[in-house]
């Protein structure tokens, strides 16, 4: 089985605010962040696509207790964001304050970008990961 995409590609893309997936090209399904194989159908047969950035939030929880080397950014919020092409995928959500946030951030929608984090212990260095705000 080939892997189509890399994890450091992916990250490399993201810094560059790009969002790579991966389509299915038995049943169409996009897969992000990078998989081996297709999560609808287990298909090995995908290919690299660019994603679209824009989505709306589907779940979030507000964070207070930090992982390492992240203790000082507490609290912040966790979404999980329907992008318009159907993956899911997790980001921070910043410009809203989160001790404030209620269920009505449930639905909104959101625009990606990203921000660089340091590695940690268990990490093999610098990555960036998705950073979302609020659209319009």
Do not use: H
């Amino acid at each position: 089985m080939e892997q189509k995409l890399y994890f450091a590609q992916y990250n490399e893309a993201l810094k560059q605010n790009k969002l790579l997936g991966l389509k299915c090209q038995q049943c169409n399904t996009i897969t992000t962040p990078p998989k081996m194989a297709c999560r609808q159908c287990g298909s090995p047969d995908m290919e690299v696509v660019e994603l679209k950035t824009d989505g709306k939030i589907r779940t979030f929880t507000t964070v207070f207790v930090g992982a390492e080397g992240r203790e000082s950014e507490v609290p912040y919020i966790l979404v999980i964001v329907e992008l318009e092409e159907g993956p899911w995928i997790m980001g921070n959500l910043e410009g809203v304050e989160p001790k404030s946030v209620t269920m009505e951030l449930i639905g909104k929608k959101v625009k990606m970008g990203n921000k660089i984090f340091a590695g940690d212990t268990y990490s093999a260095g610098e990555s960036a990961r998705p950073i979302f705000t609020l659209a319009g």
